[in-house]
């Protein structure tokens, strides 16, 4: 048996962490005197604090490390690692795009772009008829999962369709999380709504503010930016819903978002 300063000395933990494993229920000492209170711990608690060890500096949380301690054998532990490499492949795709932005913003900043400049034009966007999916999806993007569930479904039942797709965002305000968004297909020939596959019609605009965005997606924001410039100087117009998204060019069409051509539709009264 050894005092806690001992087993922390030949572990290289702290008597802090010993203290907190403790607390947490992760590494309960083996023996505390009933007298003196001392902790004491044995030689054959190393292998579960190399456990511990190893699960904390894989990030996961004292909830998680419990359940893996609980149950590890290899097919447990190999489960709950490859969910843990899956949220780390997020977080380097978010950082990824972040770390984008910031070389955008440096080239931005040194070539004095931060101002944008988008002819907006006004024009009357005929009825159409078109095959709608609408979801509340996680964030703006995630779209792209309804656009993949609305593709196959036009494969499937071979439907033909007259021109890209057209995506409508409903929320009156930007939101983080939680976004009514509707992708459509235009088409000639209605058919019988299923399921959350609905045919519908779709009115004309009278007016439409529209801004061709050229380049990556990241470019929209400032198509939206220039927008509010707009109508702040054309403060007689007022904003209607939903707004549209259409992609000319997209990555069904090129390798280089450079070569992205996306139309901003915002209807106007």
């Not at 492949?89 to 772009?113: F, G, H, M, Q």
């Not at 209607?240 to 992609?247: A, G």
Request: proline share 4%.
């Amino acid at each position: 048996m050894f005092k806690i300063g001992e087993f922390s000395k030949l572990t290289q933990v702290s008597v802090r962490m010993l203290r907190y494993y403790d607390e947490t229920g992760l590494l309960k000492p083996e023996k505390i005197d009933d007298k003196s209170g001392y902790r004491y711990y044995s030689a054959k608690q190393i292998v579960q604090l190399q456990k511990i060890i190893l699960l904390r500096d894989l990030d996961f949380p004292v909830n998680e490390i419990n359940e893996c301690l609980k149950q590890w054998d290899e097919a447990s532990i190999t489960r709950m690692l490859e969910a843990k490499k899956l949220q780390i492949e997020d977080k380097i795709s978010v950082e990824k795009n972040r770390y984008k932005k910031i070389e955008d913003a440096l080239v931005d900043v040194c070539t004095d772009k931060l101002q944008t400049h988008c002819n907006i034009i006004i024009k009357s966007v005929p009825a159409f008829n078109c095959l709608a999916y609408r979801k509340i999806i996680p964030n703006y993007f995630s779209e792209e999962l309804l656009w993949r569930a609305l593709g196959s479904y036009v494969n499937e039942h071979k439907i033909p369709v007259q021109s890209r797709g057209i995506t409508f965002f409903y929320d009156e305000e930007f939101r983080e999380m939680n976004v009514d968004v509707e992708v459509c297909v235009m088409l000639d020939q209605m058919r019988i709504d299923d399921g959350d596959f609905i045919y519908r019609h779709v009115s004309a605009v009278e007016k439409m503010a529209c801004i061709m965005i050229y380049g990556p997606y990241t470019n929209i924001s400032k198509g939206y930016f220039a927008f509010a410039q707009w109508l702040d100087e054309h403060n007689t117009f007022k904003i209607l819903y939903p707004t549209r998204q259409i992609c000319h060019i997209g990555p069904a069409d090129t390798s280089d978002p450079e070569e992205y051509l996306t139309e901003l539709q915002i209807p106007i009264i």
